[in-house]
């Protein structure tokens, strides 16, 4: 009779064993990979939600889709090349807004401008025909490392011709100024079609020194009605054609083309900092806060496994960018509230969203600069038309009222504030100037007031006979 107790012992419970041991990590490899498929699908019908809302709106989504049709009279090369004869020296802040000529001032003008005949002639002929397109490679990968030399072109060519405006109208030659001034606009204008965001506060900046250029031009000389009919119709045009969502559009092309082509080493190169996982600092308990893990942006970027995070972050970027090119454009207080949400919608972004907070600019900062510009083109018809008055009645108007018309009425009203232009007469001429966001009168001149509305764009036209006169009435 044999012993039971000598049978061999079964190995079916090791191996029930071992099936456990390897039913953890397996169902575990499920769960993640499940949340990870449901992570990625979940991103990518965010992001095809967001191009499919593009696309029904007929704008476009890559930056090839910007690639403009050749022009007919295409003039890029004699432009380019005119624009690039131009030097200028220590021409910035004498065609500031507001700039006193001092006799300093004058002498470094005509130091400057000596010897710059070749240009301006260059210049006069190739603005002939005003028709730039500047050859940008539409098909690459990374739109944000395209060079743009030609934007500094333009400013050095504007700050030449606005130098010849200032010294032509204190010179008392009243065709060379209206010429050079007529130029100065078109210079500015030259990068109106510009697809990227910095090309169109080139032309806020170009447009400022030409507005510099017209206080002068108004206190020198008297323009008569051809003149101030047509540089008061060109004024207009170009206020009417200043809008910036265009250019907000195309930068949202750039920022998706290069979002969905970056590389770590792009990343790194843009200055991208670290992603916040698991964050949630407002309500997480001190115990749980080491659950943020910091991971650097190029590794987001890098690894497939991030690609749900990636997805959501380039979705984000087209909506906020969507917004933003909505809202850029609008004028008054609604307006002004509207970009300060939106920026404060960009500053409270969680930081998972480390790609949208590189590349999404601050929204008031660049639409403010497009409406402080076109602020000033509007201050610029008034004043045309209170220098017009006092050349027609020998004395300045008592009241803004008296020198306006239907045409007007949006003019009379400052873009920030939607409240009256201020009009106010000087010793030495008068000044005209909007009401800010904050519809305070605040001191019109930033040397005087650094602290102030920014936002409050002034022109001040200086009569050289009324300070002459002013001196005399002091030595008496």
């Known amino acids: 009779m044999s012993d039971i107790s000598s049978t061999p012992r079964s190995h079916k419970p090791f191996h029930r064993r071992l099936l456990r041991w390897l039913a953890i990590p397996a169902v575990l490899f499920l ?16 992001l095809s939600a967001e191009r499919a809302k593009i696309l029904a709106r007929g704008e476009p989504l890559w930056f090839r889709d910007l690639r403009p049709e050749p022009l007919e009279e295409d003039n890029t090369k004699a432009i380019l090349r005119a624009t690039s004869l131009a030097q200028s020296s220590n021409f910035k802040e004498t065609v500031a807004p507001g700039t006193v000529l001092t006799v300093e001032l004058v002498e470094q003008l005509r130091a400057g401008v000596e010897g710059q005949e070749e240009a301006l002639a260059e210049l006069d002929n190739a603005l002939e025909r005003p ?5 940008y490679d539409y098909d690459t990968r990374s739109p944000f490392e395209l060079s743009m030399p030609h934007l500094q072109t333009y400013r050095e060519a504007a700050r030449l011709s ?21 130029r100065d606009l078109t210079i500015a204008e030259l990068a109106r079609d510009e697809p990227f965001l910095i090309g169109q ?3 806020c900046a170009n447009q400022s020194m030409a507005m510099g250029s017209l206080e002068h031009v108004l206190a020198y000389l008297d323009l008569d009605e051809t003149a101030f009919e047509h540089l008061d119709r060109r004024l207009a045009t170009i206020d009417e054609s200043f809008r910036l969502r265009r250019s907000l559009l195309a930068e949202r092309c750039a920022m998706h083309t290069s979002l969905e082509h970056a590389t770590p080493e792009d990343v790194s190169a843009w200055g991208g900092g670290n992603v916040q996982l698991f964050i949630n600092n407002k309500n997480r308990p001190n ?4 659950l943020s893990i910091p991971v650097p942006a190029s590794i987001i970027v890098g690894y497939s496994v991030f690609e749900p995070l990636k997805m ?10 969507s917004n933003i090119s909505d809202a850029v454009d609008q004028e008054g207080p609604e307006g002004h509230e509207e970009a300060q949400r939106l920026d404060g919608s960009i500053r409270d972004l969680p930081p998972r969203y480390v790609l949208t907070r590189l590349f999404v600019p601050a929204v008031s900062v660049c639409g403010n600069a497009v409406l402080r510009t076109r602020q000033r083109l509007r201050l610029a018809r008034l004043a045309l038309r209170v220098d017009r008055y006092r050349a027609e009645h020998g004395r300045l108007p008592e009241r803004l009222e008296e020198v306006l018309d239907e045409s007007l009425a949006e003019a009379s009203l400052g873009i920030f504030s939607k409240k009256p232009i201020v009009y106010r007469i000087e010793e030495d001429g008068f000044t005209l100037f909007n009401l800010g966001p904050n519809g305070e009168a605040d001191e019109p001149d930033p040397s005087l007031n650094p602290h102030g509305d920014l936002n409050e764009v002034f022109f001040r036209v200086r009569y050289p006979e009324l300070q002459k006169e002013e001196g005399e009435e002091r030595d008496e």
Do not use: N, P
Not at 31 to 46: F, P, V
Not at 131 to 135: D, E, I, K, R, T
Not at 162 to 182: F, I, M, N, R, Y
């Open 31 to 46: 769960l993640i990979a499940g949340a990870w498929t449901w992570a990625y699908w979940s991103a990518w019908r965010e």
């Open 131 to 135: 028709h730039v397109q500047f050859q």
């Open 162 to 182: 606005s130098a010849v405006t200032v010294l032509s109208a204190l010179d008392g030659d009243e065709q060379e100024a209206l010429h050079s001034l007529h």
């Open 201 to 203: 506060l080139v032309r």
């Open 287 to 290: 115990s749980l806060r080491w």
């Open 312 to 321: 959501r972050d380039k979705a984000m970027s087209l909506r906020l960018m």
